[in-house]
């Protein structure tokens, strides 16, 4: 993956382009009165010796979540993509998932570094001895459970339940907003120009499914595969959507003018802020079910 949407969705897609891996379970105990123990998708057991306090995160979508459950203020350090809540501007910057700066972290004292399974930087935290959780959420039932981990993280172990029952209801709502002429119809959501596509498997293609949309990724290629032009071209989806830089450019490709999704318009293009809330696995997955939605209505308006 490469170029400006590749920025985007390889940190907001942990590694999108890989194949999809089945992540492993995240339990959480109490193992004393302060002590928390928490299983990440290494497998690992992280031990916290109590509610981190000193939070560095290394994932946008990691970052959203510790806001959204109400630790914004224990956030130390930042990867460099991570741009949501405002506040995280007065942040320090520490890189990203392939160059994170082992020093500054170590100088910030985390007790708690949150980051993903292909992290470069975990080993070094392990041998370091700062605890370092990797969560790499895939689709929306994997979202569930790191919320449930960060919640037990941040010593608030409910706020993990409660704010997927917020976040889902909230899908739901936007579900029941979609046309009845645009239900079922087969979408191509594009993550790269590689093309890569986000497929019913991962957590976009759980959104697009969860306001009654189709897809024309099957589960079976993995959450987020590498297409063919080809096989985009046979499978003819009836929506497309991508970012807008990308969807202004798909006509141009060899064979894509006979996509008649794209000849008649039937195309969501989404400026970089709404595709950041779309392609980050986190709590901001509620505000992209409307943004999908939203796109879809105006298709129906425009079909009348």
């Known amino acids: 993956m490469a170029g400006t949407v590749l920025a985007a969705a390889a940190v907001g ?7 999809a891996m089945i992540p492993a379970t995240v339990s959480t105990t109490a193992t004393t009165a302060a002590a928390i123990d928490l299983v990440d998708d290494r497998g690992r057991t992280v031990r916290l010796a109590a509610p981190a306090r000193r939070i560095i995160s290394l994932l946008p979508s990691s970052t959203e979540t510790v806001c959204a459950l109400g630790g914004c203020d224990r956030l130390v350090g930042v ?15 520490l890189g990203g998932l392939e160059d994170a700066q082992v020093e ?18 975990l080993e070094r935290l392990d041998a370091l001895r ?3 959780l990797a969560l790499e959420p895939k689709t929306l039932d994997d979202l569930r459970r790191v919320l449930d981990a960060v919640a037990t993280a941040l010593g608030d172990p409910a706020a993990g339940e409660a704010e997927w029952r917020r976040l889902s209801a909230r899908i739901d709502a936007a579900a029941r907003r979609v046309p009845p002429s645009m239900r079922g119809q087969r979408a191509y959501f594009e993550v790269s120009s590689a093309p890569h596509a986000a497929g019913a498997g991962s957590f976009v293609g759980d959104v697009l499914a969860r306001v009654g949309m189709g897809n024309i990724v099957p589960a079976s290629m993995g959450a987020f595969p590498k297409l063919s032009p080809e096989y985009i071209v046979r499978a003819q989806p009836q929506v497309i959507l991508a970012s807008d830089a990308a969807l202004r450019e798909m006509p141009k490709r060899p064979g894509w003018p006979a996509l008649s999704a794209l000849r008649d318009r039937r195309t969501c293009a989404f400026p970089p802020g709404a595709y950041d809330t779309i392609v980050r696995p986190g709590p901001r997955l509620a505000e992209a079910a409307d943004l999908l939605v939203e796109c879809l209505r105006a298709l129906d308006e425009a079909r009348r």
């Open 13 to 19: 897609l942990c590694m999108a382009a890989a194949p």
């Open 79 to 93: 990867d460099r993509f991570s741009n949501w809540p405002p506040q995280l501007e007065r942040l320090p910057r």
């Open 104 to 121: 500054r972290i170590v100088a910030l004292k985390p007790d708690l570094v949150l980051a993903t399974s292909s992290a470069r930087v």
């Open 130 to 132: 700062i605890p370092a």
